[in-house]
C-alpha cells in the first residue's frame, strides 16, 4: 500500500506520456488529494520498457493492458528487479521469458503478439550488448 498525504494512494489505470507517445491502461497509483500519479512499482520496469520501445517506434498510442496482462501473472512476479541485481542477469532472464512467450504465441498463432515480442526482443538484445560493451570497457 502507498501513502500519499497521509491518505492511501488508490491504484487505477491511466494514460502515461513518454516522449510523443501516450500509453493507455498502465497501472498507476493516483493520490486523491494532491493528484500525484506513480507508476505502479509491479510494472515499473515493463512499463520502462514499453516506453521505449514505443518511442523507438515513434509510436504515438500504445495500450500497455494489450502488451502485459496477456503475459499474465508470471510477468508481474518476474518483473520485480531487486536493487542489487546483477543488471546483466536481468536482462537474460528478461529474454529468457521473452523466447518463452514468444514459442507459445507461435503455438497459439497469434501473429501480432510475436511480432510484439521480436520487437522486445531486439530490444532487449540491444540493452545486453551494450551491458556487455560497458563491461568490457571497464
Ligand atoms: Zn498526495
Not at 65 to 80: F, H, M, P, R
Amino acid at each position: 500500500m502507498s501513502f500519499c498525504c497521509g491518505a492511501s494512494m488508490i491504484g487505477t489505470k491511466g494514460t502515461l506520456k513518454h516522449f510523443r507517445t501516450h500509453i493507455h491502461n498502465v497501472p498507476i497509483m493516483f493520490c486523491p488529494v494532491c493528484h500525484r500519479v506513480d507508476i505502479h512499482y509491479l510494472i515499473e520496469n515493463e512499463y520502462e520498457i514499453l516506453a521505449e520501445y514505443a518511442h523507438g517506434d515513434c509510436a504515438a498510442e500504445v495500450d500497455f493492458q494489450e502488451y502485459v496482462e496477456q503475459e499474465g501473472k508470471a510477468l508481474l512476479e518476474n518483473c520485480v528487479n531487486h536493487e542489487n541485481e546483477d543488471p546483466m542477469d536481468v536482462v537474460h532472464s528478461q529474454i529468457d521469458m521473452a523466447l518463452d512467450l514468444l514459442s507459445f504465441a507461435k503455438q497459439i498463432e497469434d501473429t501480432e503478439w510475436q511480432l510484439v515480442l521480436k520487437k522486445r526482443l531486439g530490444m532487449l538484445n540491444s540493452r545486453r550488448n551494450k551491458l556487455r560493451q560497458r563491461r568490457t570497457s571497464v
